[in-house]
């Protein structure tokens, strides 16, 4: 005596379609459980790949140097005050280079000084670097060319400005060619950056870029503010850290007064912390999708002694106790797979409306949690009506149908 | 041909052991009428429940067919049900969000029966009982008679060998019951096996066979000679 599937189906859908309260509030509790997992994954997710994304705009194996140790060796007033006790130099950074692990450099100079072109005129960021900078940052150039190739210690009357300052200073007028005064010196523009290159702590579009040379000028120093260094691969890293501070200690007189920190080092910190975010915010989601198995299981004990008669009939015409079983299960498996169908939904809509609100979060579901959320419902639902089939199928017919 | 033997029931209330059917024994041949008459609590119900393989006896044989009945598991038992015995309820007992030809198919589904196989007997068990045209209506479309007669429909759809039949016309008007009686009467003169408890003496009286029963014992086996008897009755 072997059910039919189709009629199976038939059957529970006919349950469920008789009793639409119960099935709309069992639906709810499913579809709230499982679209918690799906939205808070996403916002887990998406809060990752924000981060990991500002950082990679930092720039791939990159190792950034800046003057003075970040470590406290005993009080004096140096360290109270943040002075440095040596700069970098153009030198320092041109020393940077000579190791084969060492694909490029940039060294970076930032200060801020009036830009005027015409009547108009603006303090604005300028940072003098060199041409390397646009591949180590993987900045985007609108239009125009990026610093030339020059030697670090050449200045030139030359200068890239954001997108934002071009759109200040010149309008709708064309700005490559043209001569822009900063601080007191007059450049050239040669490029203009592209908007989508922003960074974590520059924003390029409001800033004016001129070769480092120029800048020390301008900022009348012989120092550099930051070099990065771009190491051949992830595995060089470690390697470049050393050579950089083994070189920089033999040119500093033998001590080591700067800092270097690797980009990487940070990345795979925020991506375990986040990640582990991701699932710890999924396991509390999933806390509400054993809530909605137990409040499954309660309807479902209460459908099952509702209907008391239903059972008992289907006993007196021949049910055997394994057939109620599979009939209530049944039921138990659609009601779990329509609501974990709507919770997916109404999840993907949640994760799209967070996405729609903060455009810069990729805030979708991983398909771990989503595969996680949907086969977890379903086996909750099953699972939970295991005990409410076993008290039907062993239900006294006698007494089931004498009710009332 | 249903046989028991030495049948006791015993129902434990409280600390009092009830002897629900006390040492009944009894042999119904294939195509009898047999009604079960006796006050509330005799043990008529649950003989006849022990019939239905609804219930089993706490000792005692019950040979169904020759066949041991009460040696079958819940599985075979529910097969037997299934396949030679029919139900009609006092309350009809109607699966309410189903229709009526749906409800006569109940069984036919939880036998196996290919859809195919299906429809045919559905729409011949509804035609016999008159029904044609109520087939999709569900039961709160229905009057008493009408649900009782779907009710018979879904009992006689499996051709059973055996109906059971508890206060068939207890729920219903005068002629509805009326009604009911003669479908019922009219399946055992085609050789179906009619056992019917009842409250009411004229209703019992119609049958050949009258049990009746009186604190779990049967008292009374008597045949009613005015009736026609084509059908012998032991």
């Known amino acids: ?404 | 041909m249903i046989e028991l033997s030495s049948i006791h029931r015993d129902f434990q209330v409280g600390d009092q052991t009830v002897h629900a059917l006390d040492d009944v024994t009894l042999t119904i041949e294939s195509g009898e009428y047999v009604s079960i008459m006796g006050p509330s609590g005799s043990g008529k119900s649950t003989l006849l429940n022990l019939l239905g393989l609804l219930d089993r006896p706490s000792s005692g044989r019950y040979c169904l067919n020759d066949q041991d009945v009460t040696l079958l598991s819940d599985i075979e038992q529910a097969q037997v049900r299934n396949r030679e015995i029919g139900f009609v309820f006092q309350m009809f007992h109607l699966v309410p969000r189903l229709t009526a030809a749906e409800n006569v198919e109940l069984p036919l589904i939880l036998a196996g029966v290919a859809p195919a196989q299906r429809a045919p007997k559905v729409v011949k068990a509804l035609g016999d009982l008159g029904l044609s045209d109520r087939s999709h209506h569900k039961p709160d479309q229905l009057s008493g008679g009408q649900r009782q007669r779907v009710a018979i429909a879904r009992a006689t759809v499996t051709e059973p060998d055996v109906l059971l039949a508890d206060e068939p016309t207890g729920n219903l008007d005068h002629k509805s019951g009326q009604d009911v009686i003669r479908i019922l009467e009219a399946l055992n003169q085609r050789g179906i096996t009619l056992i019917m408890v009842t409250h009411d003496p004229e209703m019992g009286q119609r049958a050949r066979r009258q049990l009746h029963m009186m604190d779990g014992r049967l008292d009374i086996d008597r045949l009613n000679s005015s009736q026609n008897t084509s059908h012998g009755a032991a």
């Open chain 1, 1 to 404: 005596m072997a059910l039919h599937s189709p009629d199976i189906a038939w059957f529970s859908w006919g349950a469920l379609r008789g009793y639409p309260t119960r099935t709309i509030l069992m639906l709810i509790a499913m579809a709230i459980g499982v679209s918690a997992v799906v939205v808070l994954t996403s916002l887990g997710e998406g809060a990752r790949l924000y981060v990991m994304d500002r950082f990679a705009s930092l720039g791939t194996n990159l190792v950034i140097v800046f003057p003075g140790r970040s470590e406290t060796a005993g009080i004096n007033p140096t360290t109270m005050m943040g002075e440095t006790p040596r700069d970098l130099t153009l030198d320092d950074a041109l020393a940077l280079t000579r190791s084969y692990n060492v694909r490029r450099i940039a060294p970076i100079n930032v200060g801020s000084a009036d830009v005027s072109h015409l009547s108009r005129s603006r303090e604005v960021v300028v940072i003098g670097t060199n041409h390397d900078m646009l591949t180590i940052r993987h900045w985007q150039l609108a239009q125009g060319k990026f610093l030339p190739e020059i030697d670090l210690d050449r200045a030139s009357p030359v200068t890239v400005i954001g997108s934002k300052i071009r759109d200040e200073l010149f309008g709708a007028e064309r700005a490559l060619g043209k001569w822009l005064r900063i601080g007191d010196r007059r450049f050239r523009v040669i490029g203009v950056m592209g908007s989508e290159g922003r960074s974590i702590g520059v924003d390029v579009e409001e800033t004016v870029m001129i070769p480092i040379a120029s800048a020390q000028q301008i900022f009348n120093t012989s120092s550099v503010f930051r070099i990065l260094v771009e190491a051949k691969t992830r595995e060089a890293i470690e390697p470049v850290k050393q050579f950089i501070i083994d070189t920089l200690q033999e040119r500093h007189q033998g001590i080591t007064d700067v800092t270097v920190i690797t980009q990487d080092a940070v990345l795979e910190t925020f991506d375990r912390i986040l990640g582990a975010l991701t699932y710890a915010v999924g396991g509390i989601a999933a806390i509400s999708l054993a809530v909605a198995g137990i409040l499954i299981m309660n309807v479902m004990l209460v459908a099952v002694s509702q209907r008391t008669a239903e059972i008992g009939l289907l006993k007196a015409l021949g049910a055997s106790p394994g057939q109620i079983i599979i009939l209530i299960l049944a039921e138990a498996l659609l009601l779990s797979t329509l609501g974990a169908i709507t919770g997916y939904l109404l999840g993907q809509l949640g994760s799209w409306a967070i996405r729609y609100a903060f455009p810069d979060l990729p805030a979708y579901a991983p398909a771990w949690a989503v595969l996680v959320a949907l086969v977890v419902a379903v086996i909750t639902g099953l699972l939970f009506s295991l005990m409410p089939a076993r008290r039907a199928a062993r239900l006294d017919p006698v007494l089931a149908l004498s009710g009332r």
